[in-house]
């Protein structure tokens, strides 16, 4: 199985960005799809964002369309998520999941918590307005 640990989580003001990363360890970090999502309290886990395991194809919620951007780097184990002009509606625990996609696509995005297998075990992420 892969381990997942995000980092790059803090205290922020609106309009600011910040880059959050996500390191894999265990197995071979391209043969997995990687999304984020993010939860506050009370409140259900929000996809926000999936990129396929060979980085070709990548999803966004509305929310976020248009100022997050994610990203991997295969041969680093890592991947990313660029978010920018945050908000105080952003601020939240950021998670990110990593998943075999069906039949080993190249392309799937996975969209759903239960798309995905493997998870971090988040990173705070506070924006002050």
């Known amino acids: 199985q892969v381990q997942l640990v995000e980092s790059g989580g803090g205290l922020v003001q609106a309009g600011d960005s910040l880059r959050l990363s996500c390191a894999a360890s265990?197995?071979?970090?391209?043969?997995?799809?990687m999304g984020w999502f993010r939860q506050t309290p009370g409140k259900e886990q929000e996809f926000i964002a999936a990129?396929?395991?060979?980085?070709?194809?990548?999803a966004y919620a509305d929310s976020v369309k248009g100022r997050f951007a994610i990203s991997r780097d295969n041969a680093k184990n890592t991947g990313y998520l660029q978010m920018n002009r945050l908000t105080p509606e952003d601020a939240a625990t950021y998670y990110c999941a990593a998943t075999i996609p069906p039949g080993s696509s190249t392309f799937y995005l996975g969209k759903r918590k239960s798309d995905y297998r493997y998870w971090g075990q988040g990173t705070q992420v506070t924006v002050s307005s």
């Open positions: 265990g197995r071979t970090f391209s043969n997995y799809g």
């Open positions: 990129i396929s395991r060979s980085g070709v194809t990548s």
